[in-house]
T-cell receptor
Framework: DQQVKQNSPSLSVQEGRISILNCDYT??????FLWYKKYPAEGPTFLIS?????DKNEDGRFTVFLNKSAKHLSLHIVPSQPGDSAVYFC???????????FGRGTSLIVHP | DVKVTQSSRYLVKRTGEKVFLECVQD?????MFWYRQDPGLGLRLIYF???????EKGDIPEGYSVSREKKERFSLILESASTNQTSMYLC???????????FGPGTRLTVT
């Protein structure tokens, strides 16, 4: 039973446009959310996070939005660049737990 | 910069062999994790450790064991490798007070 779902396995976007990656979760105990980026043959790297007490967090071209009532978060990348082409994983953690629950990932391709 | 290293990038083993995967982190992190990544399945937690000699099972511990004799080193052991353990293995570490995980580059293990 997937508690964190990334329903789009892949996304294709033109360079310069906005990329929106979505993530849904079912466990209302999750209170911290993270996005990781993974290039082929490399380990994931942390990108951005958000606590459940916020609804938005920005870091340069990357913004994460959290809608707690809908149990939905999204990652916006503006403007998208070819170097953003990677697999993006959403992860969620419960307060007091060491263990994140990961989604299955969305492969983003940004075309020049 | 945090550095997490894994002993091998690529490994080929025969069915029934005992396999050791080593992970070392250089930032004095308390928590360490072993995941496997398979296409379409995302990151699945095998084991994690929150202190020296302490370990907890993750979602898919069957066929694996771990060892943490020193804080910086976390080893994953496949007691008798099987073909269904062919996968990408990722090690990660994190500060207990922080939510961000730092990943190693991964070990691509093939069991023939």
């Amino acid at each position: 039973d997937q508690q964190v779902k990334q329903n789009s396995p892949s996304l294709s976007v033109q360079e310069g446009r906005i990329s929106i990656l979505n993530c849904d979760y079912t466990n209302s105990m999750f209170d911290y959310f993270l996005w990781y980026k993974k290039y082929p043959a490399e380990g994931p790297t942390f990108l951005i996070s958000i606590s459940s007490i916020k609804d938005k967090n920005e870091d340069g071209r990357f913004t994460v939005f959290l809608n707690k009532s809908a149990k939905h978060l999204s990652l916006h990348i503006v403007p998208s660049q070819p170097g953003d082409s990677a697999v993006y994983f959403c992860a969620a953690k419960k307060g007091g737990s060491y263990i994140p629950t990961f989604g299955r990932g969305t492969s983003l391709i940004v075309h020049p | 910069d945090v550095k997490v290293t894994q002993s091998s990038r690529y490994l080929v083993k025969r069915t029934g062999e005992k396999v050791f995967l080593e992970c070392v982190q250089d930032m004095d992190h308390e928590n360490m994790f072993w995941y496997r990544q398979d296409p379409g399945l995302g990151l699945r937690l095998i084991y994690f450790s929150y202190d020296v000699k302490m370990k907890e099972k993750g979602d898919i511990p069957e066929g694996y064991s771990v060892s943490r004799e020193k804080k910086e080193r976390f080893s994953l052991i496949l007691e008798s490798a099987s073909t269904n353990q062919t996968s990408m293995y990722l090690c990660a570490s994190e500060w207990r007070e922080n939510h961000e995980q730092y990943f190693g580059p991964g070990t691509r293990l093939t069991v023939t």
